[in-house]
């Protein structure tokens, strides 16, 4: 597993407006904490549905995310989850989008 990584996730049953149910995600832990083997890793859940929000990234799908539509990434909704609810990565999203997600990170977060 390695950052930015897509992996599918069960987020259980959703309360409220939560992504929820058994969906892909992009692996949001640094790959310098990664080599640590940590039982929990930070994930940010994707959606088709098409939102225009800052805390929002979209992804087109291409042949490294092997993603099959237009997917946006719930940044203000990342969550640390066991490492045992990821299935194996089955593409990655590349350093512009990882980077991206990063951004939204900081600015929600409001680190620099």
């Given at each position: ?8 996730i069960d ?6 407006s939560e ?94």
């Amino acid at each position: 597993m390695n950052f930015g990584d897509i992996v599918t996730i069960d987020f259980g049953t959703p309360i409220g407006s939560e992504a929820g149910f058994t969906r892909p995600a992009v692996i949001t832990t640094a790959d310098d904490f990664l080599r640590f083997r940590p039982s929990t890793v930070f994930a940010v859940p994707l959606t088709t549905t098409p939102r225009v929000f800052p805390s929002h990234v979209s992804i087109e799908p291409d042949e490294h995310n092997r993603l099959a539509a237009t997917s946006c990434a719930l940044v203000e909704q990342m969550r640390a989850v066991a490492v045992e609810r990821c299935s194996a990565a089955h593409g990655n999203v590349g350093s512009v989008v990882a980077h991206q997600i990063l951004d939204v990170l900081a600015m929600i977060t409001g680190m620099p």
